[in-house]
């Protein structure tokens, strides 16, 4: 059974990195990883997906080890508008998709 | 384009109604999935629809149950509701079927549903 772990909460300031990781112990051999950010009152957004390695777009990057057995979602340079809950999701190895319980990101100015 | 849409936005039942939410995913758009949120249990996978198919499911009883219709428009209906049921109910539509496919998901703003 799945089970995903993330730091409940990080504090930062603007202008730095954050790298938040995701430890998903069993995920299954070809399932995907993904990452979203919420904000209060509005339904979760894709940040980045990836299966292995590193994978970077335009927001973040998002490094997995050779394992798959975490993930850590980098932001660079985050600004105010970063504040929020970042949640990993990856499968079971079944039918079921796990959340991580998210971590709480505060940007300080 | 417009993005995905859930109605009502908010829905008051008493315990043993039943309910039903609807979500209109994005134009295109086959899979649509749908999720509950809790203080407690945070984000929950319930299940997916892709092509009228139920494709995968969470760990939740049988009286959550949903379907999707030939517009992929899709509806979850719960049944008996108890107290615990409350939360926000969200779905999410995706061109492809869920994460085994590398495929971005959209979220609506949810339905909050409260269990009196």
């Known amino acids: 059974l799945a089970k995903t772990t993330q730091p409940i909460s990080m504090d930062s300031y603007e202008g730095q990195e954050v790298n938040i990781t995701c430890s998903h112990n069993?995920?299954?051999?070809?399932?995907?990883i993904t990452w979203y950010q919420q904000f209060p009152s509005q339904g979760p957004r894709f940040i980045i997906q990836?299966?292995?390695t590193k994978v970077t777009n335009e927001v973040a990057s998002l490094f997995i080890p050779a394992d798959r057995k975490s993930s850590t979602l980098s932001l660079p340079r985050v600004s105010l508008s970063d504040t929020a809950v970042y949640y990993c999701?990856?499968?079971?190895?079944?039918?079921?998709?796990?959340f991580g319980p998210g971590t709480r990101l505060s940007v300080l100015p | 384009k417009a993005g995905v849409t859930q109605t009502p936005r908010y829905l008051i039942k008493t315990r043993g109604q039943q309910v039903t939410l609807s979500c209109s995913p994005i134009?295109?758009?086959?899979?649509v999935s749908w999720y509950q949120q809790t203080p407690g249990q945070g984000l929950q996978f319930l299940f997916e629809y892709f092509s009228e198919t139920q494709r995968n499911k969470g760990n939740f009883p049988g009286r959550f149950s949903g379907r999707q219709f030939s517009n992929s428009r899709s509806e979850m209906n719960v049944s008996t509701l108890e107290l615990g049921d409350s939360a926000l109910y969200l779905c999410?539509?995706?061109?492809?079927?869920?994460?085994?496919?590398?495929?971005?998901?959209?979220f609506g703003p949810g339905t909050r549903l409260t269990v009196l």
């Open positions: 999701l990856v499968g079971d190895g079944g039918q079921n998709f796990v």
């Open positions: 069993n995920i299954a051999t070809n399932d995907y």
């Open positions: 999410a539509s995706s061109f492809r079927t869920l994460l085994r496919q590398g495929n971005e998901q959209f």
């Open positions: 134009s295109g758009h086959r899979s």
């Open positions: 990836g299966y292995k």
